[in-house]
């Protein structure tokens, strides 16, 4: 089944993450109004988060509901398509995206498969974590790869602790302990959420669990420091963070394998935990592997020329974590939102110049360094690295307002001045009047 189409020039983008769903909405905003573009995004699920922020749905610290962006609604308003699915093929010679059948949760079809012509194709379907084939981790481990993830161990933390509140034998060796593979700055983030939120979901009645006694996090990295892809300074920084927390740090270790109730390291040892989160490791989803037969790297990411048209087709876009970009002699783009964010304005720019016949410029990445939130506690980075060689390492008050504009210039992409502020206002007045942590 074919969409009937409005004979308008057609770009569609897949995946509506940080960069898929900005270029959208930028798109709609100057050609999709005025009628001269036909823009389409689609997308698996139903609203947007930003994906830096599932560690604190993960947590408790942050209410979904006050963040998330309704596909629908955005499309509406700013005008372009949004259509639900997940791609499952490209046929480049008639230009077209296979889009499964999407399902719902009692397994009833809602919409049938379908296709999708299009004149500019643009990939921005993120990245996921890479479990190296290590064994247990599809059975037992949880990923924070999606808002689902993210809503099913915060559930699990709550239920942990409203267990061991309740019951009247001794806590097991295992209860109330969380390990959280890959030191990255998913894991790092995480740990230092769950350090507080923890205490604060058993302060509301829950007084048969001492958070300093039997509560305990480790933080499990196989590199020879947290933070291994930023620089070493905000590694050291951040690792005084978590040790002056109380979080364990196990550098060096290698999982061999995980349980139910513990994970094995390959040097023999056992850390007993109730929650196993696996952060380590990044890699585009697998059904890009050779898709259309495009080409992609060892961690399944489109292969892309400067101008971010894939190597084997000018049609094709790719764009975030599923692209592999070049970034001179230091490898590829490194997978962070600030990437997706500039390759979405410079794809809005040159578009429109490659659907008139035009020479489209390259885009070039620009390091504005790396932050990295330890929630309340503190916040770390490093500012303008490719500058300064990232000898600018700064922590406190001005690194966390400096976070915290991050995701402020996300949300203004997506909605305007106004609209972000009145949104943030309204929070602000809410976080006055509900718990601080999530408690269900």
């Known amino acids: ?60 610290s942050m209410d979904i509901a006050a963040h998330e962006v309704d596909y629908l609604a955005q499309s509406y308003w700013h005008s372009f398509r949004y259509r639900i699915g997940e791609m499952i093929g490209i046929d480049r010679e008639r230009r077209q995206v296979e889009v499964a059948a999407y399902l719902d949760a009692e397994g009833r079809e809602v919409t049938p498969q379908r296709s999708f012509d299009y004149d500019v194709l643009v990939i921005a379907v993120g990245s996921q974590n890479n479990d190296f084939g290590t064994p247990g981790v599809v059975d037992h481990a949880i990923k924070l790869e999606s808002q689902a993830d993210a809503k099913r161990f915060h559930e699990r933390m709550v239920n942990a602790c409203i267990r061991a509140h309740a019951q009247s034998a001794p806590l097991g060796e295992h209860q109330l302990k969380v390990a959280i593979i890959g030191a990255g700055a998913t894991g790092v983030e995480l740990a230092a959420e769950l350090h507080r939120t923890t205490r604060e979901v058993v302060a509301y009645g829950l007084d048969q669990v001492d958070p300093h006694k039997d509560i305990k996090i480790t933080l499990i990295e196989a590199a020879d420091r947290v933070l291994p892809a930023l620089p070493e300074r905000v590694a050291q920084e951040t690792e005084k963070l978590l040790v002056k927390l109380g979080v364990d740090l196990l550098v060096g270790a290698k999982v061999s394998e995980v349980f139910a109730d513990h994970v094995s390291l390959t040097d023999g040892r056992t850390i007993p935990a109730e929650l196993i989160v696996w952060a380590a490791g990044v890699k585009a989803p697998d059904f890009l592997k050779g898709i259309a037969g495009l080409e992609t790297n060892r961690i399944n990411q ?102 915290l504009s991050l995701y402020k210039m996300h949300e203004y992409a997506l909605h305007g001045p106004a609209k972000v502020a009145l949104d943030t206002l309204a929070r602000l007045i809410t976080r006055r009047t509900e718990p601080h942590v999530k408690l269900h």
């Open 302 to 403: 489109l292969a892309v020329r400067p101008t971010l048209q894939t190597t084997r087709d000018d049609n094709i876009f790719a764009i975030g974590d599923c692209s592999a970009c070049a970034w001179g002699e230091r490898g590829n783009v490194p997978p962070r939102a600030q990437a997706a964010h500039q390759q979405a304005s410079h794809l809005y720019s040159q578009i429109p110049r490659h659907l008139r016949g035009e020479p489209i410029k390259d885009y070039r990445y620009r390091d504005f360094g790396s932050l990295v939130s330890l929630g309340e506690f503190s916040t770390v980075g490093s500012m303008m690295g490719s500058l300064v060689g990232g000898d600018l390492v700064f922590a406190g008050l001005f690194a966390r307002m400096m976070y």
């Open 1 to 60: 089944m074919s969409e009937p189409q409005s004979g308008k020039r057609r770009v569609v983008i897949v995946g509506g993450g940080a960069g898929g769903l900005e270029l959208a909405t930028r798109l709609g905003d100057k050609y999709g109004r005025k009628g001269k573009l036909d823009v389409t995004l689609i997308e698996r699920n139903r609203t947007h988060v930003w994906k830096p922020k599932l560690h604190e749905i993960a947590a408790g």
